[in-house]
């Protein structure tokens, strides 16, 4: 490419207005992305020859992608004035003019561009663009197909029939689309990303080998949340094994050391994701205990199995039921290994095995002997002990260090607000492992992204200065922070606790740009400056008024900022309140003897008893986020017309939910298809009124003041 600009600059230096010599110099310029160099050289050539119609089509391809689309529109005009039906500029202006908002007239450009080349990818492509956005779904998926056949290794485009296939309530087919996509090549992750949002709403219908090597490559990819699968993966693990007869005996100690925990899909699962599906669980419950009190022998090839093991444990902090028997032994085993003192380095053999034993009921930050272990280099342990060492014992302890680095501005003196405090220093939330990844852009195309019918203020295309309240463990704080560019994120709770655990995550995945404040809302005046973003999600249903919250927020919210509230649904969680009526009746406190002792009553309560509805809520598997769920100090739940009316109280405007769940707004189009907008909250209502399970137990909606946007 070089040569040939090199070549084409020797011809204009002698003669400088040679009209081919400048379209096909324009023509590198483009393809080297410089499109004001190019535009320059393609007027020069059309002023020489005004009668090649290519030379006005390349013009018009330089001002589109210079983002000029009113020019580039002329200059297609000007191509198909001299010759009429000429695929590339039809398609071109298609494009300019469905960017300028003149979507019936790019129907008609592109249909005809398909016309004269019924193949004609780029065509293709930009007509179910066109269809997409004006909402037809069908006609775009029909587009967007056959411009695949025509270049089947186009990666993006798979992606976007993947999306729309998804809106459209079919994420087998969307999923296919994604795998090959992956398979094309998936530098920037967004196929992956995608992908684990969709399987996270899907079930495998039968054990297939090719697609537990996908999950595995899934699960082997960085930077995405392998939780997204965790789900869909065990279902095939079930199915892969569904004949053997051990899965479904009463001891199935052989299956799990054997099978089960050398299975690399299984490992994958239980060491990077937390376990939701009850089979499992008792089946990893049974072969703990039958460990621990010695019905079951492994040996030293054993230990990789015995730490996929311990790691699940700590991934769901220790959630599994505990016998008498259990604590006893347990008690026996730790006594033994404090009187013991320094083990020495590297232990001895019997000393890693106790500790591994201990490590598969509770933090080994929490041993007396925690200080004397995490003086062992960690390459003296076990090769199979080295992750659970780091993560049950060294990194609580780095965390106990970083709290003395949080800053407080203010100090809590309002009573829910202590008693929170106390919940989430006893039981920091959320429990996770990996941040929800998604693809860096600009806060204003993220939000034009979500909700096509509100144009954001012009201040979100600049740098943005981010609020999150009530960030607990950074989960929500460190995503944003990873996916809002150009951003500077605050990040603000009650609980020193979870903040520490904030920042070792933040640390550990280079995110800089994320700040962490000990600060109750109450005192958020305490705080310097107004925000272009402010997020306070499942927070305000935990104060004694949402209402002073909500003003709270705003008093810190920029004139033209949005804000994103989180709050509980009063229908999606019903089965939650019920729960919680069961707790109090049997006089259960929150302390994690009785939260088990719950969980082991929802989980074997008969398959008619409402109880099991707690089942499917994903907090119900891990200690710290079941207490959350099902014991929590202080919650409100609301409806849709109390959202409606708090929201009117404060002169906010609803901009629409944020939804992981795409079929969630398809629904919405369905029901109302005039209504394009999507920010009706009565039909909200009426929408979640006959289809009880559409919303999410927790709404998730952004707002902003009364005229914006």
Request: aromatic fraction near 6%; glycine fraction near 6%; charge should be negative.
């Amino acid at each position: 490419m070089q040569g040939a600009a090199r070549a084409y600059r020797e011809i204009l230096e002698s003669h400088p207005q040679q009209p081919d010599a400048l379209n096909l110099l324009a023509l590198v310029e483009m393809e080297g992305g410089r499109h004001r160099a190019a535009v320059d050289l393609l007027r020069r050539a059309v002023s020489v020859r005004g009668e090649v119609p290519q030379f006005h089509c390349h013009l018009g391809n330089a001002l589109q992608a210079g983002g000029d689309f009113s020019e580039a529109a002329i200059a297609y005009r000007e191509a198909l004035a001299l010759q009429p039906h000429y695929p590339e500029a039809l398609t071109g202006l298609g494009f300019v003019l469905a960017r300028l908002g003149r979507s019936d007239e790019a129907l008609e450009c592109l249909n005809e561009a398909l016309r004269a080349s019924p193949e004609d990818f780029f065509a293709l492509h930009n007509l179910g663009d066109v269809l997409a956005d004006k909402g037809d779904l069908d006609a775009a998926a029909h587009a967007y197909r056959k411009a695949i056949a025509a270049e089947p290794g186009a990666a993006e485009l798979r992606i976007k029939l993947a999306v729309l296939l998804r809106e459209q309530g079919h994420p087998a087919q969307a999923a296919e689309q994604l795998w090959a996509a992956i398979e094309l090549g998936d530098d920037d992750l967004r196929a992956h990303r995608l992908l684990g949002s969709l399987l996270r709403l899907a079930a495998p219908s039968a054990y297939d080998p090719d697609l537990e090597q996908r999950l595995l490559a899934f699960y082997e990819t960085a930077a995405v949340d392998h939780g997204d699968v965790a789900e869909f993966a065990t279902a095939l693990l079930k199915l892969k094994y569904a004949d053997d007869p051990r899965l479904h005996s009463d001891s199935g100690h052989g299956f799990v050391f054997d099978t089960l925990l050398v299975d690399p899909l299984a490992c994958a699962v239980l060491t990077r994701s937390v376990n939701a599906d009850e089979d499992l669980e008792r089946l990893l419950t049974d072969a703990r205990r039958a460990l621990l009190l010695g019905d079951v022998e492994i040996d030293a090839s054993g230990m990789a199995a015995m730490s996929v093991l311990a790691e699940q444990c700590f991934n769901n902090e220790y959630v599994f039921a505990v016998s008498e028997q259990e604590s006893a032994r347990l008690d026996a085993l730790g006594a033994a290994l404090a009187s013991r003192g320094h083990p020495g380095s590297p232990p001895p053999g019997d000393v890693q095995r106790s500790v591994l034993l201990l490590g598969m009921y509770g933090p080994l930050s929490a041993l007396p002997t925690a200080a004397e272990l995490a003086d062992i280099a960690l390459e003296d342990w076990h090769q199979a002990l080295q992750p659970v060492v780091r993560r049950s014992l060294l990194e609580p302890l780095e965390e106990r260090a970083l709290e003395a680095e949080i800053e407080v501005l203010g100090s809590v003196e309002d009573p829910v607000s202590r008693a929170v405090r106390d919940q989430y220093e006893a039981n920091p939330y959320p429990r996770w492992l990996e941040p929800a990844y998604r693809n860096p852009a600009s806060v204003y195309r993220i939000v034009q992204g979500m909700f096509p019918g509100f144009t954001p203020p012009a201040v979100l295309n600049a740098p943005v200065r981010v609020l999150v309240v009530g960030c607990g463990t950074g989960r929500h704080a460190i995503s944003i922070a990873l996916r809002y560019a150009d951003a500077e994120v605050l990040a603000t709770d009650l609980s020193r606790r979870s903040l520490a655990f904030a920042l070792r995550m933040a640390r550990q995945l280079g995110v800089d740009n994320v700040r962490f404040v000990e600060n109750d809302l109450l005192n958020v005046s305490a705080i310097d400056g107004r925000f272009h973003i402010v997020e306070c999600v499942g927070v305000l249903h935990h104060m004694r008024s949402i209402a002073q919250g909500l003003r709270m927020l705003l008093d810190k919210l920029h004139e033209d900022g949005l804000l994103k509230l989180g709050l509980y649904s009063e229908r999606a969680r019903a089965p939650v309140v019920a729960a919680r009526e069961r707790i109090a009746e049997l006089g259960l406190r929150a302390v994690p003897d009785d939260l088990r002792r719950f969980r082991q009553l929802a989980l074997s309560a008969p398959a008619h008893d409402p109880l099991r509805r707690i089942l499917a809520f994903g907090d119900f598997y891990t200690l710290s986020n079941c207490r959350d769920l099902l014991f929590h100090v202080h919650e409100q739940n609301m409806s849709l017309s109390d959202v409606r009316d708090l929201l009117a109280g404060a002169q906010l405007d609803f901009i629409g939910f944020e939804s992981a769940d795409a079929t969630l707004n398809e629904a919405y189009r369905r029901r109302y298809p005039e209504d394009r907008s999507m920010r009706d909250l009565s039909r909200w209502q009426a929408l979640e009124e006959a289809l009880p399970e559409a919303l999410p137990a927790l709404y998730q909606f952004w707002c902003a003041r009364r005229g914006t946007g």
